[in-house]
């Protein structure tokens, strides 16, 4: 009877080594390819590139020349833009990265000059061909490529633009309602504050012990430890120093994510003094469509 008992002990073992092996990682929902952040890219560069050239051309003198050279955007970052000047004359944003964009295009085109439409053409086959090398096995950017910082912008508003579209709401909230309610938390302070944007995860992960290690995957919770779960996790990341701090605007994220639709509730924080001091408060859940998300606030020197 022993002999049949541990016969079954091993046979369960193994059924379960099986089964947590066979766990599909953590899927983000905001996985974008070049093409998108190209899109992304072009109509970033391009606005800013119709500011600032109008602004410059009324301030020369010179409207209605559509004509961009190193020299001129090199004028954009030196004058004060965006901030200085006339509020009558258009407004010039981003001057320094569409600097670095235009400068780059035309070296790697080998012209002083081009037309504005030429250049906004430019500006997606940039995003293309500097991407490129810069993506996972299944054509979706490699966040942890080393790819340009000048496209950190256009990767993150593609991502949240994809994530808007597959999100599936869980309870009454939607992603519009998760973000906009969160951004104005801390909005006085000057800590980092930031939203994981979801994961999708493997259903047999939820009730597994594999979870944690599941979420470390999908998120950043490196150096942090485990504090709490359930009502409590949100009750203590909300109070949390260098957190929300009792914020009354986290009040109305609060009371949804005690919805029956969030599945589960963690509270993560760490932090130290030396060398630089920094500190990190996150919360995270997995909904009823076992997608996992979460918030973060902390201090970094």
């Known amino acids: 009877m022993s002999s049949i008992k541990l016969l079954m002990g091993l046979c369960a073992s193994i059924l379960i080594l099986q089964t947590a092996a066979g766990m599909s990682d953590p899927v983000p929902l905001g996985q974008v390819t070049p093409a998108e952040v190209a899109v992304e890219f072009q109509k970033s560069m391009s606005s800013s590139l119709k500011g600032c ?20 955007v090199s004028q954009f970052r030196n004058s004060g833009y965006p901030n200085g000047g006339s509020s009558r004359l258009p407004h010039c944003q981003d001057a320094y990265d569409l600097g670095d964009a235009v400068i780059a295009m035309l070296k790697r085109r080998g012209k002083t000059s081009v037309h504005t439409r030429t250049m906004v053409r430019w500006f997606k ?32 508003r593609a991502e949240n633009q994809k994530v808007e579209k597959t999100f599936k709401v869980p309870g009454s909230m939607n992603y519009k ?20 944007n979801p994961v999708q995860l493997d259903p047999a992960v939820i009730e597994s012990d594999q979870l944690f290690s599941h979420l470390r995957k999908a998120f950043d919770l490196r150096r942090i430890s485990y504090v709490s779960a359930g009502f409590t996790a949100i009750e203590d990341f909300w109070n949390s ?53 979460g918030f973060y606030m902390g201090y970094s020197e």
């Not at 050239?53 to 001129?72: C, D, H, P, S």
């Not at 991407?131 to 340009?148: E, R």
């Open 241 to 293: 120093h260098e957190g929300p701090e009792g914020d009354k605007e986290f009040a109305p994220l609060a009371t949804a994510l005690k919805e029956t639709a969030i599945l589960k509730r963690f509270y993560f924080a760490g932090g130290e003094e030396d060398p630089f001091p920094w500190s990190r408060n996150i919360l995270i859940v997995v909904d009823e469509h076992h997608q996992a998300w």
């Open 125 to 156: 086959e940039m995003a293309l061909e500097d991407l490129a090398n810069h993506i996972d096995s299944n054509g979706f950017i490699n966040k942890k490529a080393p790819y340009s910082l000048l496209f950190y912008g256009s990767i993150n």
């Open 177 to 196: 309602f998760l973000r906009t309610t969160w951004n104005k938390v801390g909005s006085g302070t000057t800590l980092d504050q930031g939203f994981f």
């Open 53 to 72: 050239l109008a602004r410059w051309e009324k301030e020369n003198n010179k409207v209605g020349q559509n004509l961009i050279t190193k020299e001129i």
